[in-house]
């Protein structure tokens, strides 16, 4: 898809399929993740595919329980690309939410549909996160970004219109 189509068309789907995509699919949005621009080319953020079922379901249960819901904060999504960036840089907050725009864009780009789930800072500041990202192997002081939920689309989200006023013209 052309891309400024894509970023116009790309909408967050709260409905999924439970089939998998297959993982080259899923390695062309992450590759667009990495691509993401971040301060001082510091590439602070990192991306963690989570595809195994007890895996996602544990992922899912800590958000809920953040959020203070007993239902499936990443609606049914059968994959889950968790973002974190590393606190070295001023900027890791910014590197992250730009990774988890392309992540977002590119699943549309390729058919995928998505959505960004929120608590991944509260899920990493956890005990029970902590040990998961030292069982992922990821080590050093990171920060969580977001959840990039992914699968197939079983209903698309509707686009709300655009609030006016938000574009100034100088000269
Ligand atoms: C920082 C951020 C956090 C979000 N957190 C959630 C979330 O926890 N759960 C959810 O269903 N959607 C979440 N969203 C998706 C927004 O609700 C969605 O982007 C917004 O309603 C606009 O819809 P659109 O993405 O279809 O354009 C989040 C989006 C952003 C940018």
Excluded at 76 to 97: Q, T
């Amino acid at each position: 898809m052309e891309a400024l189509e894509t970023m116009k068309t790309r909408r967050s789907v709260r409905a999924f399929e439970s089939r998998k995509p297959g993982q080259e699919l899923i390695d062309k949005v992450i590759e667009a993740g990495l691509y993401a621009p971040s301060g001082m080319g510091m590439q602070t953020a990192i991306v963690v595919e989570i595809t195994d079922k007890a895996v996602r379901d544990r992922l899912s249960e800590i958000n809920g329980e953040i959020m203070g819901t007993k239902s499936d904060p990443f609606y049914g999504a059968p994959v889950v690309l968790a973002v974190l960036a590393r606190k070295e840089s001023p900027n890791h907050v910014y590197d992250g939410a730009l990774m988890m725009g392309n992540l977002l864009n590119a699943a549309h780009a390729v058919g995928l549909g998505s959505c960004w789930i929120n608590r991944a800072r509260e899920t990493f500041e956890r005990e029970d996160g902590k040990k998961m990202l030292a069982e992922w192997g990821v080590g050093g002081d990171y920060e969580g970004i977001g959840f990039c939920i992914l699968g197939y689309a079983q209903r698309e989200g509707k686009t709300a219109p655009r609030k006016d006023g938000r574009v100034f013209y100088v000269g």
